[in-house]
């Protein structure tokens, strides 16, 4: 829906970098609603919300249902979602093969223990889509290689001391923006 997000409430960047989105879309958009309500199909939209938010709990609330649910993005935030009933069917690209993710395969893409650490990933590497800031000096390999040693952004947080040199240096400074976008990572 039209209007700020929570996100965009709680930190002016948040997106701040993404092209508007383009007037071919913008404009089709009420068409597409229009179909969809005559076909009964129910479009979902929550104020102060994106998308992300709200397809995440359709997904929460059709497990709770006991149904498998596929959530159909290329999004790697949706990571997070995917649970032993929730999966994550990521169109093709250029020909290639759609892909069908569930706990199993995310945690084997990025060496994890479950799908939240998606979160903690996102919040150590920072996500330059949606303006995230992350920590400053950490990029995909060193994310998983603390989220691996630690858990999560608080394990990390609260064993800082067994981390060495610069990389002890960048964390100490920027707790407060690696938790701040933990919170802006997550879908809720």
Partial sequence: PPGPTFRHEAFEGYKAERPPTPEDIRLSIPYIKRILEAYHIPV??????????V????????????FTCYMMTPDKDFGQVVDERIFQYKPGKQGADFEVLGVKEICEAYGFDTPLQVIDYLALMGDKVDNIPGCPGVGKVTAQKLIKQ???????????????????????????????????????
């Avoid at 979902?44 to 938010?53: H, N, P, R, S, T």
């Avoid at 397809?55 to 497990?63: D, E, H, N, P, V």
């Avoid at 858990?151 to 938790?179: C, F, H, P, S, Y």
């Fill in 44 to 53: 979902i939209e929550v104020m102060g919300y994106e998308a992300d938010d």
């Fill in 150 to 188: 630690f858990g999560t952004v608080e394990g990390l947080l609260e064993r800082v001391d067994e981390l060495k040199g610069a990389m002890k240096t960048k964390v100490e400074e920027n707790a407060e923006q690696i938790r701040f976008s933990k919170f802006l990572a997550t879908i809720k």
């Fill in 55 to 66: 397809i995440g709990t359709l997904a929460k609330m059709a497990q709770a249902k006991g």
